[in-house]
């Protein structure tokens, strides 16, 4: 079949589909069932799968630019489904996973070995046993909500490296990175300058939290940046070098601001990786944070709790402590199985802080098992792109080695927008290493059995 017919057989297909979306949310909202708003944010959501399904390269260029600025409306649910509010973001990840599910299915079908690409099997075998452990779990739409989260971030990655973008929209995709952060970045730096806005207050001491949830959240998404400047900068000249430079400096000083011990150890897990052949790298970190601290003395004073405080409320290992000898305790009850995906919530009012727990309460020694190797397949990446690199790659060994080791002390699985940035680089760092030879060094063969050309 020719390309034109093809993509006229594709209109075809989609304007039914298309039609049948409008007619069911008019429906809805005529029932007054949902509020128009609601209905809106689900056709939006119909409207983003559909261009998912007829454009994959558009659509993961919309994702990278506007999910991080979405998380600034996760305090206005627009739907609810089983007890969970849906934020903008989470309709627009949700809809993006239907859409790449989709995709993906017609790539297996069309003789794409996808099962052999790296990470896989070991991220299925780990959703398998969590989405198994929802049939026992006491809230399994909150479970099933953080799982969904997660196979929306690596259906990103999936793409990307099922597709194999050409260098230039490689560029594109990391370009759309960091003008996605332009917003939350200069909202955050105003916040943490001004006290202005929503902050987390730490013993009087602002954090900046910018659009999402929480200054740890922040964090992380932070770090992705700092990664996907470093990688663009390799790649451009001229003014765009020097924009990107300003906004990896903006984002490294931003994850300091959070005071984030986490998403700090994270980047500088990060900063070592690339400095390791670029001591240019170590001295401008040196002097930014340098910087920062005599801006923001604070920054200094939380790295320094953990000598100064006795109590949990000032020392926060100390707390988490407390919570893991609690999930310890509850998951003795149910050691092989666990207690079911979302279980923790039921026990403390707080989050597990350790992903390796959580999958040992909620999925029990089985799960456990599942997350290690698939830390360790992410691990076993990082070091094949990074081997024999000292650009854009490197990143990926930095970023890999900071998630598997901050996940010991935080929350990431369920962390949405964190985890569609971190895949979505994941993905383009991926296919870098494979199709751009390195100086001195030819292109190796990180992604295999991978169609020549991205999927339109």
């Given amino acids: 079949m020719s390309t034109d017919t093809a993509d006229v057989s594709r209109v075809t297909f989609l304007l039914p589909l298309l039609g049948a979306a409008i007619a069911a949310a008019l429906a809805t909202a005529a029932a007054t069932t949902l509020s128009p708003v609601s209905v809106g944010a689900w056709l939006f959501g119909v409207l983003a799968l559909l261009l998912v399904r007829s454009n994959t390269e558009l659509a993961l260029v919309g994702l990278a630019a506007s999910r991080a600025t979405l998380e600034g409306a996760h305090v206005l649910p627009l739907a609810n489904v089983g007890g969970n509010g849906l934020s903008p973001g989470d309709i627009l990840s949700l809809a993006f996973l239907a859409g790449a599910a989709w995709h993906l299915i017609d790539e297996a079908r069309s003789g794409t070995r996808i099962w052999r690409l790296p990470t896989v099997l070991p991220v ?81 001491w602002a954090r900046a939290q910018s659009v999402f949830d929480s200054p740890n959240t922040y964090g992380f998404y932070l770090v992705t940046i700092v990664a996907a400047a470093w990688a663009l900068r390799q790649q451009v000249t001229g003014r765009a070098r020097v924009l990107t430079t300003v906004m990896g400096v903006a ?95 039921t026990f403390v009012t707080k989050n597990a802080h350790n992903d390796y727990l959580r999958s040992l309460i909620e999925a029990g020694i089985v799960g456990l098992g599942c997350f290690i190797a698939m830390m360790s397949s992410l691990l076993r990446l990082g070091r094949n792109a990074a081997r024999g690199r000292d650009d854009g790659p490197r990143a990926l060994l930095g970023l890999s080695i900071g998630y598997a080791l901050v996940s010991l002390a935080s929350n990431n699985f369920g962390k949405g927008a964190f985890q569609i940035h971190f895949w979505l680089l994941a993905g383009v760092l991926c296919v870098w290493a494979d199709a751009i ?15 020549d050309k991205f999927a339109r």
């Fill in 124 to 204: 299925l075998l780990f959703l398998g046993v969590a989405v198994f452990s929802l049939s026992y779990s006491p809230v399994p739409s909150l479970g099933l909500r953080d799982i969904l989260k997660f196979m929306a971030a690596y259906c990103a990655y999936l793409i990307v490296v099922v597709g194999r973008p050409e260098p230039r929209r490689l560029r594109m995709l990391l370009g759309a990175l960091l003008i996605g952060s332009v917003m939350p970045i200069s909202y955050g730096l105003y916040e943490a300058f001004f006290s202005k806005g929503e902050v987390n207050v730490f013993y009087g």
């Fill in 251 to 345: 984002a490294f000083s931003s994850v300091l601001l959070t005071l984030s011990r986490n998403s700090m150890a994270a980047l500088a897990i990060l900063v070592l990786s690339i400095g390791w052949n670029h001591r240019s790298v170590l001295i401008v970190a040196a002097l930014a944070t340098v910087g920062v601290i005599a801006a923001a003395p604070q920054v200094l004073a939380r790295g320094l709790e953990f000598f100064n405080s006795q109590s949990d409320q000032g020392n926060s290992l100390l707390g988490r402590l407390e919570i893991w000898r609690s999930g310890i305790a509850f998951w003795r009850g149910q050691p092989l199985l666990g207690r079911g995906w979302g279980a923790t919530s």
């Fill in 437 to 451: 030879p390195a100086r001195g060094f030819a292109a190796r063969g990180v992604v295999t059995d991978a169609p």
